[in-house]
T-cell receptor, first 116, second 109 residues
Framework: DTEVTQTPKHLVMGMTNKKSLKCEQHMGHRAMYWYKQKAKKPPELMFVYSYEKLSINESVPSRFSPECPNSSLLNLHLHALQPEDSALYLC???????????????FGQGTRLTVV | AQRVTQPEKLLSVFKGAPVELKCNYSYSGSPELFWYVQYSRQRLQLLLRHISRESIKGFTADLNKGETSFHLKKPFAQEEDSAMYYCALSGEYGNKLVFGAGTILRVKS
């Protein structure tokens, strides 16, 4: 299984809602990532988990809360989002981190989030 | 800071013509460079990375540290190459992938 699976594929939520995005991989990868991609823009890194510990937070607002319950799962909890947070949220994983290691990132299909 | 520049938003070529997608980077340490491709309605996927020096689907890319470039080349474009191409850089700690703005390649018949 060489896939990163994200659920749901589409999500519409109100500004007062609480929702979660889920990401799963069974490749034994030890690094997992959340990216945000606005239309016609490149993916922007939000968070990196390495060995289930948060290693990078790119100054993301606290209304986005990541969680890594185990080495195969990554969640992104959403609360009190704004309409400008509407975007495609991509999850990715890689075997490891560190220069020369197998840092190829495998991406999921993404969750298209609309905040109304 | 890591920065990747792809100067062309759109590159349009005829089938059979050579293709060069430009990528320049800025990074003070030892970078790891990648090309990712996104075909219509498909997920982002790795095309090439400099460390493996391979040719995938006829594409090659050479890291030029003097010019801080990692241009993607293919001698004869095919219609199925039409896609969005992103150049990306990972720094020495290998845990932060930064993408360029992307170049849309359109191959016309």
């Amino acid at each position: 299984d060489t896939e990163v699976t994200q659920t749901p594929k589409h999500l519409v939520m109100g500004m007062t809602n609480k929702k979660s995005l889920k990401c799963e991989q069974h490749m034994g990868h030890r690094a997992m990532y959340w990216y945000k991609q606005k239309a016609k823009k490149p993916p922007e890194l939000m968070f990196v988990y390495s060995y289930e510990k948060l290693s990078i937070n790119e100054s993301v607002p606290s209304r986005f809360s990541p969680e890594c319950p185990n080495s195969s799962l990554l969640n992104l909890h959403l609360h009190a989002l704004q309409p400008e947070d509407s975007a495609l949220y991509l999850c990715a994983s890689s075997q490891g981190t560190g220069y020369g290691a197998l840092t190829e990132a495998f991406f999921g299909q993404g969750t298209r989030l609309t905040v109304v | 800071a890591q920065r990747v520049t792809q100067p062309e938003k759109l590159l349009s070529v005829f089938k059979g013509a050579p293709v060069e997608l430009k990528c320049n980077y800025s990074y003070s340490g030892s970078p790891e460079l990648f090309w990712y491709v996104q075909y219509s309605r498909q997920r982002l996927q790795l095309l090439l990375r400099h460390i493996s020096r391979e040719s995938i689907k006829g594409f090659t890319a050479d890291l030029n540290k003097g010019e801080t470039s990692f241009h993607l080349k293919k001698p004869f474009a095919q219609e199925e190459d039409s896609a969005m191409y992103y150049c990306a850089l990972s720094g020495e700690y290998g845990n932060k992938l930064v993408f360029g703005a992307g170049t849309i390649l359109r191959v016309k018949s």
